[in-house]
Structure formats: C-alpha cells, structure tokens
T-cell receptor, first 113, second 114 residues
C-alpha cells in the first residue's frame, strides 16, 4: 500500500505558484521524501527530495513540516508544461527490500492559461 | 545526462507468447527496477536488482521473471503472456539503494496482449 496521501487533482493558473500537498504521517526517521512527476506518455521524472530541511532546486521547492508528517511541493511560477501527475513518495532502505519506491496515485495538476 | 533506454515503445503480442522487454542504462548504476503502470493503480514494482545476477521480487512478481547478466542491462520476461499483462512497463535505475538515490526512468514500453 502507498504510504502517502495526495489530493487526486488540482488546478493552477499559469504564472502562479502551484502548491501540492502530501501527507506521510507514518514516515520513519530514515526515510526521505521524494517528488516525481509524469507527463503524459513519458516515464516519471525526478523533481526534488529532502529528509527534514526545506530544499530548493531549479525546478521546485520542498517544504517539510517539523514533525515530518507532511510536505508541500512548490512550483513557483507554473507553466503549461508543468501539467502532469505529481507523485510524493517516501523512500528509505529496508534490508532485503532494497529501498523500493512505493508510488501512490499522485496529484494530477492542470495548469490553465 | 543519465539515459535509461527501453528497447520498444510499443509492442503487440498474442496470448501465450514469450515476451522480452529490454532496458539499458548508461551510468554504471548498480540498481535497476521494473514497474508496471495501470490506470487507477499507479506504479507497481515487479522486480528489482541491486547487482549483476542478483534479483529481488517486488510487489507483483507473479507471471514475470528477470535477468541481469550485465550491469547495464535488465530484462523483464513474460514467459507466457496473458491479457492481464497488458500495461505500460517502466524501467528505472539508481546509483544507490539508500534514501539519497534518485530513480531515473525510461520512456516506457506499452505492451498489448491480444
């Protein structure tokens, strides 16, 4: 079963910030939070990951709450090309399981002109 | 840039046929994964491999096998394809198994079994 909960869909106006929430209340201390996105008919693409501190890269920012039970992915200036399904995933290392990724249903983000 | 290449984007096979899906990565990654993706079910892990000739079952290994004879190549095998194996198959690789290793995905192989 997926270990994260995300809203199934969201809309965002082009040029505005898109804030995508994720709940991971059962996250353990050695698990990272990863975000991927999947544009239609392509393989998933890595966006960002973090452990406990907020992170930023050229694509997005990741805000993780202090108790680490939830996080928010922020796309600061959404464009039409950001329309995709966004997956929030927790990943750690479990002996004999190799740190496998568990993908949930994701959030389908629609960026509208 | 890391490149994960899947041999076929689209395949159509008949029930009972043996199907090979090939995946090659060019970044010397130790770990490789096969997922399938179905509407409403998300991505589900079939098998993964953390070293040459090593393999581990994922969540849905039934009806599949894998082969990792060389580090860069990870093959998914459907011994006798069935219609319920019609799906999008995604291969991925990563450098480390610990939490800091991101996955790099291929473009996917859409398999239809008639």
């Amino acid at each position: 079963d997926a270990k994260t909960t995300q809203p199934p869909s969201m809309d965002c106006a082009e040029g505005r910030a898109a804030n995508l929430p994720c709940n991971h209340s059962t996250i353990s201390g050695n698990e990272y939070v990863y975000w991927y996105r999947q544009i239609h008919s392509q393989g998933p693409q890595y966006i960002i990951h973090g452990l406990k501190n907020n992170e930023t890269n050229e694509m997005a920012s990741l805000i993780i709450t202090e108790d680490r039970k939830s996080s928010t992915l922020i796309l600061p200036h959404a464009t039409l090309r950001d329309t995709a399904v966004y997956y929030c995933i927790v990943r750690g290392w479990i002996y004999n399981q190799g740190g496998k990724l568990i993908f949930g249903q994701g959030t389908e983000l629609s960026v509208k002109p | 840039d890391v490149k994960v290449t899947q041999s076929s984007r689209y395949l159509v096979k008949r029930t009972g046929e043996k199907v090979f899906l090939e995946c090659v990565q060019d970044m010397d990654h130790e770990n490789m994964f096969w997922y399938r993706q179905d509407p409403g079910l998300g991505l589900r892990l079939i098998y993964f491999s953390y070293d040459v000739k090593m393999k581990e079952k994922g969540d849905i290994p039934e009806g599949y096998s894998v082969s990792r004879e060389k580090k860069e190549r990870f093959s998914l095998i459907l011994e006798s394809a069935s219609t319920n194996q019609t799906s999008m198959y995604l291969c991925a690789s990563s450098l480390v198994l610990l939490g800091t290793g991101e996955l790099f995905f291929g473009e996917g192989s859409r398999l239809t079994v008639l």
